[in-house]
């Protein structure tokens, strides 16, 4: 694995991170964080997007986060910042430095900005496509914070409509099916 360095590093902070999120330790890993590496790959191919930026990118989207989760409302512009410092000591160059960090700040639903690269595409879009993947583990994530079933039910059902007002056009049109059929058995 390529960046086999940076997905250790991104697997170990995330099992801290569920510890103060009274989650089943990985939850976070494996059906968050390694679906959006995982999608955003694959749309990089699709979109002929370049693959080390969005992958990078997408390992590292919600790293500030997992450092703290009370760095929630700023997580995008913070794990830009590490990403830069982790990229800037293995000695890459600062113009996909840049590019990566781009994709980090511009991958959040809540903080709708342009995306003007087919990478910045790659990463926001994976990272929508992720809670299509994974509704069970969000209703679970959000059960285990202590929230009622409608509680959960309404979070799930607004998270999944933001995600997919979120996504470009042609994403939206791959995941179409998908996102219609959750709704239909969200209550």
Known sequence: M???????????????????????IGQTWKYHLLPVIKNAVMLAERYNANKDIVEIAAIFHDYADLIDYKNRDVHHILGAEYA????????FE?????KVKLCILNHRASVVKDKFSPEEICVADADAMSHFDNVVELICWRAYLGESIEECNNFVKKKIKKSYAKMSKETKNLMHDKYESIIKILL
């Open 2 to 24: 390529k960046y086999e360095k940076y997905y250790k590093l991104v697997e170990e902070q995330s099992k801290i991170y569920d510890k103060t999120q009274n989650c089943e």
């Open 84 to 91: 830069e410092t982790i990229l800037k000591n293995d000695k």
């Open 94 to 98: 600062q113009s996909f430095i840049d």
